[in-house]
């Protein structure tokens, strides 16, 4: 082919080249962004929803550079850290606070880093460099950028596919902790306070809130009887029974949680175990 005539051809496919690479960059970033915004979520449950858009919305400004950055102080962690889930910022009983990663050896985590480093810098130069660093006008030049595009093509697909992978596994991840949310052991964690193994929660429990109802139904001078607070959680929440925590007792309830306080006083002519929350407890 003469030379004028190979040179649009090979210009033509440089664009190929160049805009698959920039759609697939796009394809990566727009995953990444969906990982990052659902990687952690916390706040009031009905809340929620409005909590996962604003988070999905302020991905929109980040950059590919902050993205990875948060992927990998969140998400990709070295084995042995311990991520905190985000603090809530309401005191709600009715909130949750989760954050899903994926742990990975100290040499595996820094190899990551810089590879990740690279795409970062790759895009950058695919945006702002790639003519200063290409003539397009001579077919030499055409041919070079061409190879550098193919080279590229294949280190942006690689990514994204293992993008595509963590992703999967962060879906499995939400995945499984929304079947246990919605499941019997679920409800008795976040609602109840027993967890799976037995142990009770006791300031998150369903029988320390119905004490507490019930001290603020039939208190007298701050002090509410015991075995009236039976009576009125029996009429009033029958599912919470001391049995159901471990106990034999509203009295064994109340000494085990650790959040009420417990007297005798005279009521009506006669001596009565009473109790009543503990201040710091009630904040």
């Given at each position: ?80 850290t311990v991520c905190e ?42 945006v702002h460099h790639f ?144 109790y009543r929350p503990k ?5």
């Amino acid at each position: 082919m003469p030379h004028d005539a190979e040179l649009p051809v090979q210009q033509h496919e440089v664009q190929r080249l160049l805009g698959r690479c920039l759609l697939r960059l796009q394809q990566y970033e727009r995953l990444l962004k969906a990982m990052v915004a659902h990687q952690q979520l916390a706040g009031p449950v009905p809340e929620l929803e409005s909590i996962r858009a604003n988070r999905v919305a302020s991905m929109a400004s980040q950059t590919l550079g902050q993205l990875m950055n948060q992927l990998l102080g969140n998400y990709l962690v070295i084995e042995g850290t311990v991520c905190e889930a985000p603090e809530l910022a309401s005191a709600s009983p009715l909130s949750i606070s989760m954050s899903v990663q994926l742990n990975l050896s100290a040499t595996d985590h820094r190899r990551l880093q810089e590879d990740l480093k690279a795409l970062v810098q790759l895009r950058n130069t695919l945006v702002h460099h790639f003519l200063d660093q290409h003539d397009l006008w001579s077919l030499t030049g055409c041919r070079q950028a061409s190879a550098a595009l193919t080279e590229a093509n294949a280190l942006v697909d690689r990514h994204l596919e293992q993008l595509k992978g963590w992703a999967k596994s962060m879906d499995a991840a939400r995945s499984q902790l929304a079947d246990f949310i919605n499941s019997e052991a679920g409800y008795d964690l976040l609602v109840e306070g027993l967890a799976p193994d037995g142990q009770v929660l006791w300031p998150d429990s369903g029988c320390v809130r119905a004490l507490r109802a019930a001290a603020n139904a039939l208190a007298v001078d701050g002090w509410a009887s015991v075995s009236a607070a039976e009576k009125w959680i029996a009429q009033q929440h029958p599912e919470q029974t001391p049995g159901r925590y471990g106990c034999s007792s509203w009295r064994q309830v109340i000494h085990e949680s650790r959040r009420f306080e417990s007297q005798r006083l005279e009521i009506a002519g006669q001596l009565q175990r009473c109790y009543r929350p503990k201040p710091e407890a009630s904040k």
